[in-house]
């Protein structure tokens, strides 16, 4: 079974800055395309980033390109997803999907961005 589990969330001031992990089991991580989601406070949950299996192409969503980068290591089976100029907007439980397969997300970490 496809496990995924996000960390790494916690509360952090406007600017900040805060790196999530997500470690996956149960497939051939490195044979896939990975995601980033989040679910703002009452808000349907929305694609923010995704990565190629080999890691060397990246896409965003407008809302945050230009301030988080995706990355991953194979070896380690582990996604990672760094945030940078972190906005009270950011504020939302972050999950990693499987390709784009968004019912495969695990449990999501609780980022919250706040003064």
């Known amino acids: 079974d496809v496990q995924l589990q996000a960390s790494g969330g916690g509360l952090m001031q406007p600017g900040g800055s805060l790196r999530l992990s997500c470690t996956a089991s149960g497939f051939i991580f490195s044979n896939y395309y990975m995601s980033w989601y989040r679910q703002r406070p009452g808000k349907e949950i929305q694609w923010i980033s995704g990565i190629n299996a080999g890691g060397g192409t990246t896409t965003y969503a407008d809302t945050v390109k230009g301030r988080f980068t995706i990355s991953r290591d194979n070896a380690k089976n582990t996604l990672y997803l760094q945030m940078n100029s972190l906005k009270p907007d950011d504020t939302a439980v972050y999950y990693c999907?499987?390709?784009?397969?968004?019912?495969?997300r695990g449990p999501g970490t609780l980022v919250t961005v706040s003064s």
């Open positions: 999907a499987k390709t784009t397969e968004i019912h495969t």
